[in-house]
């Protein structure tokens, strides 16, 4: 048990569909991330949250949309995706964001694998 | 921009055996380096974590080095097990708040 949950943990939906994926962490950390894991490629940071704000959008399409309510809950919100958004997706916490001299890890959920047809 | 080269891409070895698995990097300012694994379909379990001003870290049979100044890492498991069998992933923190992630080691090991 990692303190961090997903959810859904599987996801197919259509390209006209709007859906939302759910994080949960239990740690009391202050960030949280989504990440992005698709097939023969490194994971990819999406957003970064730091006391419910957003401090980082690594360049991503606005058809998907976080949200980050209290330090404890993240969504992704999903509207007309494309096919070649079908991902894994994850969600990690971590006391802070990383800064020099950190020792801290992140620690991930289990993930919601997305199909988009 | 940094880069994060994991070699070799899979691996496959009989259960016994003591083996590596290597990253590199392009970019030596980091704040640490983290090994994770991950198991098909599920999330990342972090193994082992790095500083940048140490040099290796050991828990049970795994051992990590870092050398910043050629920019590598190596991940070594000793007396490797069937249970070891997943993607291993390198992963380094610097400025900004990204972890930035090789494509990862797949592990097979048979008994």
């Not at chain 1, 995706?81 to 991930?108: H, K, N, V």
């Amino acid at each position: 048990e990692t303190g961090v949950t997903q959810t859904p943990r599987h996801l197919v939906m259509g390209m006209t569909n709007k859906k939302s994926l759910k994080c949960e962490q239990h740690l009391g950390h202050n960030a949280m991330y989504w990440y992005k894991q698709s097939a023969k490629k490194p994971l990819e940071l999406m957003f970064v949250y730091s006391l419910e704000e957003r401090v980082e959008n690594n360049s991503v399409p606005s058809r998907f949309s976080p949200e980050c309510p209290n330090s404890s809950h993240l969504f992704l919100h999903l509207h007309t995706l494309q096919p070649e958004d079908s991902a894994l997706y994850l969600c990690a916490s971590s006391q802070d964001i990383p800064a020099a001299g950190g020792r801290e890890t992140q620690y991930f959920g289990p993930g919601t694998r997305l199909l988009v047809l | 921009k940094q880069e994060v080269t994991q070699i070799p891409a899979a691996l496959s070895v009989p259960e016994g055996e003591n083996l590596v698995l290597n990253c590199s990097f392009t970019d030596s300012a980091i704040y640490n380096l983290q090994w994770f694994r991950q198991d098909p379909g599920k999330g990342l379990t972090s193994l082992l974590l790095i500083q940048s001003s140490q040099r290796e870290q050991t828990s049970g049979r795994l051992n990590a080095s870092l050398d910043k100044s050629s920019g590598r890492s190596t991940l070594y498991i000793a007396a490797s097990q069937p249970g070891d069998s997943a993607t291993y992933l390198c992963a380094l923190a610097q400025a900004g708040t990204a972890l930035i992630f090789g494509k990862g080691t797949t592990l097979s090991v048979s008994s």
